[in-house]
């Protein structure tokens, strides 16, 4: 892009008959143009993140006090698998957006998977297909979360599913 910017301004110098060398300009609205786009995108990037992280707080919390710490229950699959292993230390699999016999076959090659996490309702057909007679699925027990005491915890957990893999 920057000698795409670079040879546009040496053409239009060339067009305007500019006498005087301006080899920088390239290189200083590419910095200038750099410099907006981080002020106006990452704030709404960094707040993205502190809410994930919050989810992911709260779900670490919830399942200890379920006597299901995350670091405990072996492979876990979800749609989020690098936010889920990053911020709590358990290890995951990416949901893929296939059936639920997939999903349970990708749970008998990982050995020790016995959950599945879920956050919102953007993941194909996932969760719903659960809620359906679509076979596979009854081999998913719902695990009903609690309700942390904090607001913005319980917020963060708004739209987050947890399953039990109940099928040998």
Not at 61 to 78: K, N, R, V
Request: glycine residues 10%.
């Amino acid at each position: 892009a920057l000698l795409a910017l670079d040879a546009a301004i040496e053409r239009v110098g060339e067009i305007r008959g500019w006498t005087r060398p301006v080899a920088w300009l390239g290189g200083a609205l590419t910095i200038f143009g750099s410099f907006l786009f981080m002020a106006s995108l990452m704030p709404s990037f960094g707040g993205q993140s502190q809410g994930l992280a919050l989810r992911y707080e709260a779900l670490e919390a919830e399942m200890e006090a379920a006597g299901m710490p995350l670091a405990d229950q072996g492979p876990i699959i979800t749609n989020f698998p690098i936010w889920l292993s990053e911020a709590t230390g358990a290890r995951a699999l990416a949901l893929p957006a296939e059936t639920p016999r997939d999903v349970l076959d990708l749970a008998k090659t990982f050995k020790g998977t016995r959950l599945l996490m879920v956050h919102g309702d953007d993941h194909g057909d996932w969760p719903a297909v659960l809620d359906t007679k679509t076979p596979g699925a009854e081999c998913f027990d719902e695990f009903h979360l609690g309700t942390p005491a904090d607001p913005r915890l319980a917020r963060a957990l708004e739209n987050t599913r947890v399953f039990r893999l109940v099928c040998p």
